[in-house]
């Protein structure tokens, strides 16, 4: 099963969406955003929640 890092950063790929560009839209650092991709941390619920938004995907998709 691939992890929330590796989905992350395949459901942004295919949105076409930057790095960068995603932070934007999540009000985030892109540091922490690659963090995120990379395993180093872990989103809360609440920017979970926004992640999951940003990316049209289901919350209960990141949490699986």
Same mark, same amino acid.
């Given at each position: 099963? +691939?992890?929330?890092?590796?989905?992350? #950063? *395949? !459901? *942004?790929?295919? =949105?076409? %969406?930057? =790095? #960068?560009? &995603?932070?934007?839209?999540?009000?985030?650092?892109?540091? &922490?955003?690659?963090?995120? +991709?990379?395993? !180093? *941390?872990?989103?809360? +619920?609440?920017?979970?929640?926004?992640?999951? #938004?940003? %990316? +049209?995907?289901?919350?209960?998709? %990141?949490?699986?």
């Amino acid at each position: 099963m +691939e992890g929330l890092g590796p989905y992350m #950063r *395949r !459901r *942004r790929d295919e =949105l076409d %969406l930057s =790095l #960068r560009e &995603f932070a934007k839209r999540l009000d985030c650092s892109a540091a &922490f955003i690659s963090d995120i +991709e990379l395993g !180093r *941390r872990n989103p809360s +619920e609440k920017v979970l929640a926004v992640i999951a #938004r940003v %990316l +049209e995907v289901n919350l209960y998709t %990141l949490q699986a």
